[in-house]
Protein backbone atom coordinates (compact mmCIF):
# COMPACT_ATOMS: atom_id res chain seq x y z
CA UNK A 1 0.00 0.00 0.00
CA UNK A 2 1.06 3.23 -0.94
CA UNK A 3 0.30 6.29 1.28
CA UNK A 4 -0.83 9.30 0.21
CA UNK A 5 -2.79 12.18 1.05
CA UNK A 6 -6.41 12.70 0.99
CA UNK A 7 -7.66 14.96 -0.53
CA UNK A 8 -9.73 17.15 1.88
CA UNK A 9 -13.43 16.48 0.05
CA UNK A 10 -12.87 12.46 0.04
CA UNK A 11 -12.03 12.38 3.74
CA UNK A 12 -15.46 11.31 4.81
CA UNK A 13 -15.48 8.66 2.26
CA UNK A 14 -12.77 6.94 3.16
CA UNK A 15 -13.73 6.99 6.69
CA UNK A 16 -17.08 5.15 6.29
CA UNK A 17 -14.90 2.91 4.14
CA UNK A 18 -13.06 2.29 6.92
CA UNK A 19 -15.84 1.61 9.29
CA UNK A 20 -17.04 -0.78 7.25
CA UNK A 21 -13.60 -3.04 6.78
CA UNK A 22 -13.41 -2.52 10.44
CA UNK A 23 -17.22 -3.82 11.38
CA UNK A 24 -16.57 -6.52 8.89
CA UNK A 25 -13.04 -8.24 10.74
CA UNK A 26 -14.48 -6.99 14.20
CA UNK A 27 -17.71 -9.58 13.29
CA UNK A 28 -15.42 -12.05 12.53
CA UNK A 29 -13.64 -11.81 16.02
CA UNK A 30 -10.19 -10.84 14.00
CA UNK A 31 -7.28 -8.17 15.11
CA UNK A 32 -6.50 -5.95 12.44
CA UNK A 33 -2.62 -7.31 12.58
CA UNK A 34 -4.18 -10.97 12.18
CA UNK A 35 -6.23 -10.00 8.75
CA UNK A 36 -3.15 -7.75 7.72
CA UNK A 37 -0.93 -11.10 8.16
CA UNK A 38 -3.69 -13.37 6.41
CA UNK A 39 -4.10 -10.72 3.31
CA UNK A 40 -0.36 -9.80 3.26
CA UNK A 41 -0.58 -6.31 4.27
CA UNK A 42 1.53 -4.23 6.64
CA UNK A 43 -0.38 -4.44 9.87
CA UNK A 44 0.37 -0.56 10.13
CA UNK A 45 -1.19 -0.16 6.54
CA UNK A 46 -4.24 -2.11 7.30
CA UNK A 47 -4.42 0.31 10.43
CA UNK A 48 -4.31 3.51 8.34
CA UNK A 49 -6.79 1.92 6.01
CA UNK A 50 -9.39 0.96 8.78
CA UNK A 51 -9.13 4.40 10.55
CA UNK A 52 -9.76 6.26 7.09
CA UNK A 53 -6.34 7.77 6.97
CA UNK A 54 -4.85 6.62 4.24
CA UNK A 55 -5.33 6.55 0.30
CA UNK A 56 -4.92 3.05 -0.30
CA UNK A 57 -5.01 1.36 -3.59
CA UNK A 58 -7.83 -0.15 -5.10
CA UNK A 59 -5.60 -3.40 -5.59
CA UNK A 60 -5.26 -3.47 -1.53
CA UNK A 61 -8.86 -3.18 -1.01
CA UNK A 62 -9.64 -6.01 -3.15
CA UNK A 63 -7.65 -8.18 -1.23
CA UNK A 64 -9.65 -7.07 1.73
CA UNK A 65 -12.95 -7.82 0.03
CA UNK A 66 -11.68 -10.62 -1.10
CA UNK A 67 -10.66 -12.37 2.46
CA UNK A 68 -14.49 -11.25 3.18
CA UNK A 69 -15.63 -12.50 0.16
CA UNK A 70 -17.40 -9.48 -0.93
CA UNK A 71 -17.81 -8.55 -4.06
CA UNK A 72 -16.53 -4.47 -5.01
CA UNK A 73 -20.44 -3.52 -5.66
CA UNK A 74 -21.82 -5.44 -2.62
CA UNK A 75 -19.59 -3.36 -0.96
CA UNK A 76 -20.15 0.04 -2.15
CA UNK A 77 -23.77 -0.52 -2.58
CA UNK A 78 -24.62 0.93 -0.04
CA UNK A 79 -21.87 3.64 1.38
Sequence with gaps: MRSKEIIP????????????????RTAKGMSYIKLAAEIGIARNS?????????NFQLSSLQLVLKYHNISLSDFFRDL
Excluded: F, R, V
Design 9 to 24: EHQELYKKIGKKLKDL
Design 46 to 54: YNLLENGKI
